[in-house]
T-cell receptor, first 113, second 116 residues
């Protein structure tokens, strides 16, 4: 069955430091991959998506993610985080078997001043 | 920009009450979804709909029903609310009518429901 794993429940980084959030998926074919962000008290907002082509995709708010088929990973990165990046981040995979999007359990990002 | 509006940010209901959660989207999207979000469990799909008057069960439909009488509106109904339905409920929509798995979701801000 398709699944998405985000190994880190919480991550804390200092403002200005680089960030990498991990995502691993289990899927039989080329996946459709997404990263969403949820700020406190808000719904989820799409950061970026990967469907095909260049394996490094750029998103909003200065985020990027790299699709690595050999590692079944789609990690989210940002070179320098800002206090406003404190939020919960969800990786998701589109499953054509079930015709739905499956979410990971999320990683909560904390920013130290 | 797509706007998905959930009618209530916070609701407090009593056990056994019938509860309606309303969701409206303004971009003529075909697909609409209801998720519940709980700490440590992420997002779980309750029901979704590809078209007016159509509905499909998600992963956790028990205790819920839905209604889609108009394309822009998707309602979640708790027939008899229970305390284990205390949660954050998120409505979402997406454009593609052929498939939903490759179409990004647009979310509302959520309704935090407390059942006492």
């Amino acid at each position: 069955a398709q699944s998405v794993t985000q190994p880190d429940i919480h991550i804390t980084v200092s403002e200005g430091a680089s960030l990498e959030l991990r995502c691993n998926y289990s899927y039989g074919a080329t996946p459709y991959l997404f990263w969403y962000v949820q700020s406190p008290g808000q719904g989820l907002q799409l950061l970026l998506k990967y469907f095909s082509g260049d394996t490094l995709v750029q998103g909003i708010k200065g985020f990027e993610a790299e699709f690595k088929r050999s590692q079944s990973s789609f990690n989210l990165r940002k070179p320098s985080v800002h206090w406003s990046d404190a939020a919960e981040y969800f990786c998701a995979v589109g499953s054509n078997r079930d015709d739905k999007i499956i979410f990971g359990k999320g990683t909560r990002l904390h920013i130290l001043p | 920009d797509v706007k998905v509006t959930q009618s209530s940010r916070y609701l407090v209901k009593r056990t056994g009450e019938k509860v309606f959660l309303e969701c409206v989207q303004d971009m003529d999207h075909e697909n609409m979804f209801w998720y519940r979000q709980d700490p440590g469990l992420g997002l779980r799909l309750i029901y979704f709909s590809y078209d007016v008057k159509m509905k499909e069960k998600g992963d956790i439909p028990e205790g819920y029903s839905v209604s889609r009488e108009k394309k822009e509106r998707f309602s979640l109904i708790l027939e008899s609310a229970s305390t284990n339905q205390t949660s954050m409920y998120l409505c979402a929509s997406s454009l593609d009518s052929s498939f939903s798995y490759n179409s990004p979701l647009h979310f509302g801000n959520g309704t935090r429901l407390t059942v006492t």
